[in-house]
């Protein structure tokens, strides 16, 4: 018979990345409580739509989680949300250029989830944050705290004051650059798009860039939900303002797989998945933007996806979540590529890949 319970709290449960955590949070519960003696609870706000169970064949004998109806940007109605929860995992997030709509659930919901965190005792809280709060320009390699912030839209300005909520109470904010994979409805639809509309290379494609599948990326997040031990680590990555109760500041980790992909590469795989022809020639920068219209911010910010380095050393967030960070782009993303068949080229997609929330509350 288990001795304890641990609880676990997932928000942004229905958007892309917070679909595969539901489903790998299962997985690792299951594992963590056959080798503790221990019984879990996975408890998922939901909001506005229903969350799925996060099932499939290899987890529907899994214990499901228990839904709880709640609006980050009410608080009364987070009251009592994290009662008995140890663990407190932060994906819901407001994607769009609205700065209210942004601010009230990145900003004000994160503050409301952590006043309610904190009144219950919660020991542990990880954000999943972005490497879009990172100043424009080449980035090589660069560990946490290494580079400045400076983020330019809507949605990652509002995400930089949430995450900073958290760090100041003392958690753990993930970044990844790019995220790909089933259910994915922004970064390789909008790839595949300017690929169509600016068929050449753009600085050789020697870009090399960093990007995590979002299974790998899920199961690091689950295996920090779960990992024994301290809420927080001391070591580089920590942000340099103590929190107002005192305690340690939060940190920040990287989150994309050790080795970075050419763009190149990406477009190449890409290409190959959705049967499109290969850019031809070679252009720079300038001239891309010229092809594309001119150059205005949000163009220049895509662009230099593809065309500046971007690439993050992430090797400190597989040390401590203590899971290999899998494959590699080539064999996860030809995991994955069925389904950016169907859903690109204008069949169904597979129903078992978790879909972004119409409202925009993506995790």
């Given amino acids: 018979m288990a001795s304890t319970t641990r609880t676990v709290l997932l928000t942004g449960g229905s958007g892309f990345t917070g679909g595969w955590t539901l489903r790998e949070l299962r997985r690792a519960l299951h594992r963590a409580d056959a080798e503790a003696s221990q019984s879990s609870v996975l408890r998922v706000l939901t909001h506005r739509r229903p969350v799925p169970d996060g099932t499939d064949a290899d987890t529907d004998a899994l214990p499901r989680p228990e839904h709880a109806d709640g609006d980050l940007t009410d608080p009364a109605s987070l009251r009592g949300l994290c009662e008995g929860v140890d663990t407190v995992l932060h994906l819901a997030v407001r994607v769009g250029e609205d700065e209210e709509e942004a601010r009230a659930v990145n900003v004000e919901g994160t503050r409301n989830l952590l006043a309610e965190a904190a009144r219950a005792g919660v020991r542990r809280i990880v954000q999943l944050g972005t490497a879009a709060v990172y100043r424009d ?202 389904w950016y068949r169907a859903a690109l080229g204008g069949g169904p997609a597979p129903t078992t890949a978790p879909q972004a929330a119409p409202d925009g509350r993506t995790g």
Wanted: glycine content about 12%; overall charge neutral.
């Fill in 137 to 338: 320009g080449a980035h090589r390699g660069a560990a946490e705290g290494e580079l400045e912030t400076g983020p330019v839209s809507v949605t990652s300005r509002t995400r930089l004051e949430g995450e900073r909520l958290v760090l100041a109470a003392g958690g753990t904010v993930l970044r990844p650059h790019l995220v790909y994979g089933a259910g994915d409805t922004w970064f390789v639809p909008a790839l595949a798009q300017l690929t169509r509309g600016l068929p050449h290379w753009v600085e050789g494609g020697r870009a090399r860039l960093s990007l995590v599948a979002v299974d790998d990326l899920a199961r690091a997040l689950a295996a920090l939900a779960v990992r024994p031990g301290p809420d927080h680590v001391p070591g580089p990555g920590a942000e340099p303002a103590a929190s107002p109760g005192g305690g340690p500041a939060g940190r920040v980790l990287h989150a994309s797989h050790p080795v970075p992909v050419t763009a190149r590469e990406l477009v190449t795989a890409v290409a190959a998945a959705l049967g499109l022809p290969l850019p031809e020639g070679d252009i720079s920068t300038a001239r891309a933007l010229e092809l594309l219209g001119g150059a205005t911010p949000v163009r220049e910010r895509r662009l230099s996806l593809l065309a500046v380095d971007h690439w993050y050393d992430s090797s400190r967030l597989w040390a401590v979540a203590g899971c290999d960070p899998g494959p590699g782009f080539a064999a996860r993303f030809a995991e994955h590529a069925p």
